[in-house]
């Protein structure tokens, strides 16, 4: 069973930054997908940034540029830095895992494990 557990989120002014980090509890197969979704109220849950455990990284269109997602050299913590923060990013942002390779679009599909969220508010 992997549990995840999300820090890092707050309110901030546009332009601002914040950094997420996710702690990955339990195991991990070596070949497996790693990512950042978010939920904004009504709306679906999107894929921001996701990993591979290639190392290869993709982004959604709207914060390429401005977010990175990382681990650490334990593959224990997730982080996604968000800089030149803008209001339309304001949402829930979840850490998910799935124990196989990313596939070619940020879906949520296939992703079993989730934490359980964390709140980010940028105000103009």
């Known amino acids: 069973q992997v549990q995840l557990v999300e820090s890092g989120g707050g309110s901030v002014q546009a332009g601002g930054s914040l950094r997420l980090s996710c702690q990955v509890f339990g195991y991990i197969p070596s070949s497996y997908c790693m990512g950042w979704f978010r939920q904004a109220p009504g709306a679906e849950r999107e894929g921001v940034a996701i990993?591979?455990?290639?190392?290869?990284?993709r982004y959604a269109e709207s914060v390429k540029g401005r977010f990175t997602i990382s681990q650490n050299n334990g593959k224990t913590t997730l982080y996604l830095q968000m800089n030149s923060l803008k209001p339309e990013d304001t949402a829930m942002y979840y850490c998910?895992?799935?124990?196989?390779?990313?596939?070619?679009?940020?879906?949520?599909?296939?992703?079993?494990?989730w934490g359980q969220g964390t709140q980010v508010t940028v105000s103009s």
């Open positions: 990993i591979d455990s290639d190392g290869t990284t």
């Open positions: 998910a895992a799935r124990p196989s390779r990313c596939g070619p679009t940020m879906t949520t599909l296939g992703f079993n494990y």
